[in-house]
């Protein structure tokens, strides 16, 4: 059997769209096209799932895909797409992948296992099926899953131990080849872990293993793609590249074996973030984006991102000093924006902060608190990008790194202003990492901006260290309280000290209330603030 592979990247909602591009496929020399998990819709599509008129278009899909298969009766094509429940038990829908073959709909599969962790909040739409069916199509016996449907493996350490495995249920019910419709969004090392669970599927059963997975960025989610097909054997015959939409057919029978190249993961950090970026941007109607320079390296690494993304002459950097400024963070600004290429601006602010001061003096007497001037400023320059942004009609850029977003080390109304936050799920030390792998080649980020010490630069002298631990140590913190879970006590046993500990689970929890009001962040971890760790603000826990 000849199948082809669909790895696209579907506009969420854009139901027209999404079939025009299944349309602009044909004619394939194919005997089955498959495309990934909702395709139909794009996934996730969230609270559009409970719209009635949402639904009238799925219809109208479903009425167009069945013609193209009537006009190329050769060829038969697995959809993902939401299904009512026509027990109208539940929330009346399930996630489906559905088969329209020669002007028919003649085969559907339900997804079995919903995930409710993490990202993923599927029970608020979809109810959980128990049907597996396999399917008699042209010699084979297609055993089709749907996402977490073929995850539940003993070798995936983040799984939900579900009762049922499909994957064996329907190689038990005869299945000669396992199809999985995939929306399986990108977090560090999510590729080696899909290929490990695939690989391990066929090295059990020996049937043929077909992934398809959807790429693209919608919202916080970047999906890779990187489709996977084995062969009875258990060797890769084909995989789809990253980050990228890519159409290709393999052969069942084919022999080849192709070494599977997980690559650099700080190379597909860069690359999912370029992809977050240049996708959010466009399907939400930017063409350009705007952001604050400050010299400093979290700039320094958006800039260069959103150059990649949008194209260096839709970029604009906004320099905006105070007398806390150093002279060496105003030439870096300016070395990034030549080596570049972008626009850059530089706006001094000091007689508006001046003015700003005078004002709130005869608000709060001299007794006004340093950290209240301070944010000031940053309130001052997060008023003209926004100005710059409404102006322009540019998307703004928040430049805050997760290190910072965690212990609340940002400014509300002020650097945290943005449409979209580039680094809210980058720690501080691997924003460095993305320094010098965009540096591999030549110098693009000043030297200076990255060796130098890094400062808010909001009084004399100061330094991230005077207020934080040091990066590599916050960062640890971070990934065993945030990703692993750990609680203090963990923390403690772990060998981090009990002060450190008590401090930094007091700043996550005063912090919570910021990061509910932060722009959405692109997610590249294993856990996210935002969609992906959702705590009550006020509360009484830790």
């Known amino acids: 059997m000849k199948i082809t592979i669909a790895q696209l990247n579907p506009f969420v909602g854009d139901i027209k769209g999404n079939i025009e591009k299944i349309e602009n496929i044909f004619p394939v020399d194919s005997d089955l096209l498959i495309l990934p998990e909702l395709y139909i819709t794009g996934y996730p599509p969230r609270d559009l799932l409970i719209s009635k008129s949402f639904f009238s278009k799925i219809k109208y899909a479903e009425d167009r895909l069945k013609k193209l298969s009537l006009k190329y009766p050769g060829t038969a094509v697995l959809a993902g797409a939401p299904v009512h429940n026509k027990k109208k038990t539940g929330h009346g829908m399930y996630n489906a992948a559905v088969l329209f073959y020669q002007g028919s709909k003649v085969f559907t599969q339900y997804k079995n296992l919903l995930p409710a962790y993490d990202v993923f909040d599927e029970y608020r739409y979809f109810d959980a099926s128990k049907r597996l069916k396999v399917l008699d199509f042209k010699g084979e016996r297609l055993g089709i899953t749907i996402c977490e449907d073929a995850w539940n493996d003993e070798i995936w350490p983040y799984r939900v131990k579900y009762e049922r495995d499909p994957v064996s249920i329907l190689v038990e019910k005869g299945a000669t080849v396992i199809v999985n419709l995939s929306a399986s969004p990108f977090r560090i090392g999510i590729n080696k872990a899909r290929y490990n669970i695939f690989s391990s599927h066929v090295k059990k059963h020996q049937v043929p293993f077909i992934s398809v997975n959807q790429t693209g960025g919608n919202d916080e989610l970047v999906f890779d793609g990187n489709s996977l097909c084995f062969n009875k054997h258990g060797h890769l015959i084909a995989e789809g590249p990253l980050f990228k939409e890519k159409i290709f057919t393999v052969n069942l029978n084919s022999n080849d074996n192709i070494l599977f190249n997980p690559g650099r993961d700080i190379k597909?950090?860069?690359?999912?973030?370029?992809?977050?970026?240049?996708?959010?941007?466009?399907?939400?109607?930017?063409?350009?984006?705007?952001?604050?320079?400050?010299?400093?390296?979290?700039?320094?690494?958006?800039c260069c991102l959103a150059s990649d993304a949008m194209g260096n002459e839709n970029v604009t950097g906004i320099g905006m000093p105070t007398k806390y400024s150093s002279k060496g963070s105003i030439d870096d600004s300016t070395a990034l924006a030549d080596n570049l290429n972008v626009k850059f601006k530089c706006l001094p602010v000091s007689s508006v902060f001046s003015e700003n001061i005078k004002l709130f003096r005869e608000l709060f007497g001299d007794s006004c608190a340093s950290v209240t001037m301070e944010n000031i400023q940053a309130r001052i320059r997060g008023n003209i990008l926004m100005a710059v942004s409404n102006e322009e009609g540019s998307l703004l850029l928040s430049t805050g790194n997760k290190s910072e977003m965690a212990v609340g080390y940002c400014t509300l109304y002020g650097d945290m202003n943005g449409g979209l936050s580039v680094l809210g799920d980058v720690p501080k030390t691997m924003v460095y990492e993305l320094a010098a792998y965009i540096n591999r080649c030549k110098e693009v980020i000043p030297e200076n901006t990255i060796s130098k010490a890094p400062s808010a630069e909001l009084t004399f002298n100061q330094k991230d260290q005077d207020s934080l631990p040091p990066y590599e140590l916050l960062d640890k913190l971070i990934y065993y309280f945030i990703e692993e879970n750990f609680s203090e006590d963990d923390l403690i046993k772990h060998g981090f000290d009990s002060s450190l500990v008590n401090w930094f689970v007091s700043a996550i929890k005063k912090s919570e209330y910021k990061r509910r009001q932060a722009p959405p962040a692109i997610k590249v971890t294993a856990r996210a603030f935002g969609m992906g760790r959702r705590m009550p603000v006020a509360s009484k826990y830790y």
Do not use: H, N, P, W
């Open 268 to 302: 597909l950090v860069y690359e999912a973030l370029v992809l977050g970026v240049r996708d959010y941007a466009r399907k939400c109607g930017f063409k350009k984006a705007v952001l604050g320079l400050s010299g400093g390296i979290d700039s320094a690494v958006v």
